[in-house]
Each structure stands twice: as structure tokens, then as C-alpha cells.
């Protein structure tokens, strides 16, 4: 659109003093107003949009993680209520875990080094060696089904803190030892960890 041209007609346009030309001039302000208003308008839209978007990724992670923690508590109550079970004198058993973090994934990375060696000269015949070295690493991707992802060499599970049990014959010292000494041995944490208590009695 040409503004000078524009500019120029509503001059001639306020000239003739014209109550119709008024009224054309009032339309086109109010339709400059609209475009105007609707544009600022969709900007804040995208904007909300962005500002939205991360936070759901966020909550999404958080509740990734605490559902691959729930999984893997699950198995290791069942499991650890089962062996429990067995040791002469133990009855009925409830289990508490508590773990530090999530799982953690460890990719395999490819370490990448060069070196250059350059020998400077001066005027008066002294020489100079500059050893330059640079390291560096990337992470190994590998191609499947899915498409492209990290190659994982290890998973490290979620390191357990400490662990409560509730035991029926663990108001017996020995067995109550018996029992802290088994989960200690079983995940590699300190007996200090393991609290260990008798079941009410019915």
C-alpha cells in the first residue's frame, strides 16, 4: 500500500469537509483498529501456546519417572517379601523401600583425540615446539525399528536408601538380625539402613 497516496487522499478527502467522506474515514480507522487488534492477538495465542508446552513435557518426565520407580519397587517388595518369608521363624511380612533417584542409562560414548605438534623459529635461531592436544566426545547413536537412539551399554537401577520391614517373629533378636542381615547382603547397604520391626500382634 502506498502511505503518500493514502496520506494525500485523506487530505483532499478532509478539504471538502464531506459528512460522507467522515464516515469513510471512520471505517477505515475502525478496520485498521480490527486488523490491528486481531494480529496482537494471535501473537499472545503462540505465545501461551509455548509457554504451555513446556510444562506438560516436564510433568510428562516427572510422571515417566515416578511410574519406572513405582514398576520396579513393586518387584522388589514382591521379591524381597518372598525371600523374607522363608527364613525359619519370619510370618507374615510388609515391606517399605526407599530410593534415592530414578533409573539411569548409560550411553556408550566414542572419545575422539588430535594432536598437532608445530616448531616455531625466532630471528635470533631459537627454536619453539608447541604441543597442542584436544579431546572429545560424542554420543554412539544406534539405528532400530524405532529410528535413531543412544546406545545404551548399562542401565543403573534406582539406588535404594534405606528399607523398612514389618515382620512377624522379628521381636526375636536373632531373627530381627537375621533379616537386616539379609536385605544388607541382598542390596549392597549398610545394616545402619535397614530398620527392622515386630508385627502387631492381632
Same mark, same amino acid.
Given at each position: 500500500?502506498?502511505?503518500?497516496?493514502?496520506?494525500?487522499r485523506f487530505?483532499?478527502?478532509? $478539504?471538502? $469537509?464531506?459528512?460522507?467522506?467522515?464516515?469513510?474515514?471512520?471505517?477505515?480507522?475502525?478496520?485498521?483498529?480490527?486488523?490491528?487488534?486481531?494480529?496482537?492477538?494471535?501473537?499472545?495465542?503462540?505465545?501461551?501456546?509455548?509457554?504451555?508446552?513446556?510444562?506438560?513435557?516436564?510433568?510428562?518426565?516427572?510422571?515417566?519417572?515416578?511410574?519406572?520407580?513405582?514398576?520396579?519397587?513393586?518387584?522388589?517388595?514382591?521379591?524381597?517379601?518372598?525371600?523374607?518369608?522363608?527364613?525359619?521363624?519370619?510370618?507374615?511380612?510388609?515391606?517399605?523401600?526407599?530410593f534415592?533417584?530414578?533409573?539411569?542409562?548409560?550411553?556408550?560414548?566414542?572419545?575422539?583425540?588430535?594432536?598437532?605438534?608445530?616448531?616455531?623459529?625466532?630471528?635470533?635461531?631459537?627454536?619453539?615446539?608447541?604441543?597442542?592436544?584436544?579431546?572429545?566426545? $560424542?554420543?554412539?547413536?544406534?539405528?532400530?525399528?524405532?529410528?535413531?537412539?543412544?546406545?545404551?551399554l548399562?542401565?543403573?537401577?534406582?539406588?535404594?536408601?534405606?528399607?523398612?520391614?514389618?515382620?512377624?517373629?522379628?521381636?526375636?533378636?536373632?531373627?530381627?538380625?537375621?533379616?537386616?542381615?539379609?536385605?544388607?547382603?541382598?542390596?549392597?547397604i549398610?545394616?545402619?539402613?535397614?530398620?527392622v520391626?515386630?508385627?502387631?500382634?492381632?
Open positions: 500500500m502506498d502511505y503518500k497516496k493514502l496520506k494525500e487530505e483532499t478527502i478532509l $478539504k471538502q $469537509k464531506n459528512i460522507g467522506n467522515l464516515i469513510i474515514i471512520l471505517l477505515i480507522v475502525i478496520m485498521f483498529f480490527l486488523v490491528v487488534s486481531y494480529f496482537s492477538g494471535v501473537n499472545n495465542i503462540s505465545k501461551s501456546k509455548k509457554v504451555n508446552i513446556e510444562p506438560k513435557n516436564e510433568e510428562m518426565n516427572l510422571e515417566a519417572n515416578e511410574t519406572m520407580i513405582s514398576d520396579y519397587e513393586k518387584e522388589q517388595k514382591k521379591a524381597l517379601t518372598e525371600i523374607l518369608k522363608k527364613i525359619d521363624g519370619v510370618g507374615n511380612v510388609e515391606v517399605m523401600i526407599n534415592e533417584s530414578s533409573e539411569i542409562k548409560v550411553p556408550a560414548i566414542e572419545n575422539s583425540s588430535t594432536k598437532n605438534i608445530t616448531e616455531e623459529s625466532d630471528s635470533e635461531g631459537g627454536k619453539r615446539i608447541n604441543n597442542q592436544e584436544t579431546t572429545g566426545g $560424542k554420543v554412539v547413536i544406534s539405528t532400530n525399528v524405532e529410528g535413531n537412539e543412544p546406545l545404551i548399562k542401565t543403573e537401577k534406582p539406588k535404594i536408601t534405606g528399607i523398612v520391614v514389618v515382620a512377624e517373629g522379628a521381636d526375636n533378636s536373632k531373627i530381627n538380625y537375621e533379616i537386616r542381615k539379609a536385605i544388607s547382603s541382598l542390596y549392597d549398610g545394616v545402619d539402613k535397614v530398620n520391626f515386630a508385627m502387631k500382634k492381632n
